[in-house]
């Protein structure tokens, strides 16, 4: 059996995923397909609308056969992290045929010299430790494949080229690459839409401003973080660590904490994931101790995927119950039990649901 995989946030899950998944079965009629999805937190820096398990069992009903967790700690960093961690536990399982991935401009060979201009440059400003004052890092590559490869990367196209950047530096050999047209909404569009992850988070928040996912429930707590906390250096420098405190002491709200925040070296994603990671306490030191640890952890299935799980099962160590943990590596065993703390911490917002991540089922449809 073929099977074609994709990374995801679901966040909720939305029409343009459904698409995905349908452009994937119309192209693969017989493979199985696997998604491994950001948990409880995503990497904007927001604890997801929904929680990882509602979501998991929605892209079963929706399609999927099987759906991973991408643990906290590698969710809540920047883009290049976030596709490295994200193809590196996919190409871990070594039953992987297809990589597939929603991108602004489909066309698979512009992707893969964008994503050549991206590692190049990247190992330029390695060695020069220097680039372009007039412009974040972020926009400085974007202007660079832009001049190497005919035209600017789309917001959507910036984590396909990732993707296929990291595939390319640490040679995950994927037998294809599958890009599929983003259609209808630009992925921040403030617009209801059906195919706008963000509209459609917008809506659920301004029809219920209650409700406990609501990223605003975090700012109290990095209004204390301003006092005692501390920030990932790794990520942001002193002078935009000052900014963030001045922000938090004299904000009073969290839109407003945003908007006095930012700056061209500050995305607001970039603000949130450091201010999530800080009240997780994610260190850097964490970060470089789970590398290269595997953390494969099935949230749902369907009885297809099922046969993919018995399959990788072979292959790697697959946490799904508490006498199953007792025979893992301790690199994985810790980092389950890090990224466990971390889905406390999402859970303790909603009483109804504070529970161990032992205590869900594994769902199967």
Partial sequence: MKVVAFVSELNPFHKGHEYLINKIKESYPNAGIITIMSGDYVQRGEPAIFDKYTRGKTAIIKGCDLVLELPALYVLSNAESFAYHSIRLLH????????????????????????????????????????????????????????????????????AIEYLAQSLRYQFNFKEFYPIQRIKSPYNEHLHSQYAASSIRNHIIKNAPCHHMNPSTFFPLYKRLGVLGSFDLNEINEGDESRIRDALFTSTSYQEFLKKARHKRLSPSRIRRNCLSSILEIQPSMRLKHRNSSFIRPIASSKKGLSIVSKIASQVPIIQGKKAFHTLPELTKELFLLNDMHSALYRSLDSSNYKSDFSFPFYIL
């Avoid at 597939?100 to 964008?114: I, K, Q, S, T, W």
């Avoid at 991206?118 to 004052?133: A, P, R």
């Fill in 92 to 159: 871990s399982l070594q039953c992987v045929d297809v990589l597939a991935f929603g991108a602004e401009h489909p066309n698979l060979d512009y992707l893969l010299r964008a994503a050549k201009v991206n590692l190049e440059v990247k190992d330029q400003l390695q060695e020069q430790h220097e680039h372009n004052q007039n412009l974040s890092f972020n926009e400085y590559i974007y202007q660079c494949i832009e001049d190497k490869a005919s035209y600017r990367p789309g917001s959507n196209d910036i984590l």
